[in-house]
């Protein structure tokens, strides 16, 4: 095993075009990013030695929040811990023109908001929830400069 996990990007879905190239890039760079933090925490994200993201569709990402959480309707990501990040690109368009971002940033935010919780970070909590916003801030700032 290298140092950091080999990404993959797979686009499954073919409604909306996305720069999978790009993402890997992004991905690489955003992991590297993510493992300067907690550097004393034996996390998920520091075993892998591969991280798969998946780009799929709004109805594919509802069955699988219906199989794995139980819960109706599509959400933006799922993340497993043998380094598995769903991304519905669907739901990543509308967020994206709700909050004024491209679909290529929502889709950064995305990724990094999975490779945190690999990493050990969790938003169940206000106090998490912050914690692992200002993270993701921060990597998206310097894996988008970096």
């Given at each position: 095993m290298g140092k950091w996990p080999c990404v993959t990007v797979?686009?499954?879905?073919?409604?909306?075009?996305?720069?999978?190239?790009?993402?890997e890039k992004f991905t690489g760079n955003a992991v590297q990013n993510s493992l300067q933090l907690q550097r004393r925490k034996r996390?998920?994200?520091?075993?892998?030695?591969?991280?798969?993201i998946w780009l799929i569709s709004d109805r594919r990402m509802a069955l699988l929040?219906?199989?794995?959480?139980?819960?109706?309707?599509?959400?933006?990501?799922?993340?497993?811990?043998?380094?598995?990040?769903?991304?519905?690109?669907?739901t990543a368009r509308r967020h994206a023109r709700a909050f004024g971002n491209s679909l290529i940033r929502e889709?950064?935010?995305?990724?990094?908001?999975?490779?945190?919780?690999?990493?050990?970070?969790?938003?169940?909590?206000?106090?998490?929830?912050r914690k692992m916003k200002t993270a993701q801030e921060?990597?998206?700032?310097?894996?988008?400069?970096?």
């Open positions: 797979h686009n499954l879905q073919r409604k909306i075009s996305v720069n999978v190239a790009e993402l996390t998920d994200l520091r075993k892998l030695s591969e991280i798969f929040h219906r199989k794995f959480l139980g819960q109706s309707g599509s959400t933006d990501v799922l993340t497993f811990q043998h380094g598995e990040i769903f991304i519905s690109v669907d889709l950064k935010l995305y990724i990094v908001h999975g490779l945190l919780h690999l990493h050990g970070f969790d938003d169940q909590t206000p106090t998490e929830a921060k990597i998206l700032r310097c894996a988008l400069s970096c």
